[in-house]
């Protein structure tokens, strides 16, 4: 079975500065990848997505996040936070039998002034 | 353009009361899911399906009930209410179809349910 690891539960950055939230996944053959944002008290909103085109992926909002095989990663990163920056963040893969998600535990993105 | 919709948006319910989550998607996508929320977690699948008629359990199925009747609807119900579906409930839709594109599930807002 797939699952996903986020490796911190907690980033605080400040503005201006680069993000770095990481993820590594474990699956048995080359796994759907996806990248969402959750702000306070909303849905989740797509971030970006691996399609194994490039392994360096594009997202909204600036966000990227680059599909490294031999490490089993797939770090989201941003070159410089903004205060609208500050979300929770989730690493998900998904199961292509039943296309139904696994989430990883998340993790809580704060930007300071 | 309304996606998903879900509602309430929230509800308390007492220990044992019953309650029904509504989901519509007007997007014609075959594939539903409903995820809940606990805090500080990510999102769990509760059941999912592929289309009208068909149902499956997800990985925390147990005390709730799902049907669908239309491509459009995917309520979920809840029988016997217990503190431990305190949650935030997720409704998401996704198209049929092979490649990652067709993956891409789009959610609802979300329901903030208490049992008390």
């Known amino acids: 079975a797939q699952s996903v690891t986020q490796l911190d539960s907690h980033v605080s950055v400040s503005e201006g500065t680069p993000v770095l939230l990481r993820c590594n996944y474990s699956?048995?053959?080359?796994?759907?990848l996806f990248w969402y944002v959750q702000h306070p008290n909303k849905g989740l909103q797509l971030l970006l997505k691996?399609?194994?085109?490039?392994?360096l992926v594009k997202g909204i909002n600036g966000f990227e996040a680059e599909f490294k095989k031999s490490e089993t990663s797939f770090h989201l990163t941003k070159p410089s936070a903004h205060m609208s920056d500050a979300a929770e963040y989730f690493c998900v893969v998904i199961d292509t039998g039943r296309r139904a998600l696994t989430f990883g535990s998340g993790t809580r993105l704060q930007v300071q002034p | 353009n309304a996606g998903v919709t879900q509602t309430p948006k929230f509800r308390i319910l007492k220990i044992g009361q019953s309650m029904t989550l509504q989901c519509t998607q007007d997007m014609n996508h075959n594939y539903m899911y409903w995820y809940r929320q606990d805090p500080g977690m990510g999102l769990k699948l509760i059941y999912y399906?592929?289309?009208?008629?068909?149902?499956d359990k997800g990985e925390v199925p147990n005390g709730y009930n799902v049907s669908r009747s239309t491509t459009e609807d995917f309520p979920l119900r809840l029988e016997l209410a217990a503190p431990s579906q305190t949650s935030v409930y997720f409704c998401?839709?996704?198209?049929?179809?092979?490649?990652?594109?067709?993956?891409?599930?789009?959610f609802g807002a979300g329901t903030r349910l208490s049992v008390l």
């Open positions: 699956s048995s053959y080359s796994p759907s």
């Open positions: 691996y399609t194994s085109a490039a392994t």
């Open positions: 399906s592929v289309g009208a008629g068909i149902t």
């Open positions: 998401a839709s996704s198209r049929q179809g092979a490649g990652v594109a067709k993956n891409i599930q789009y």
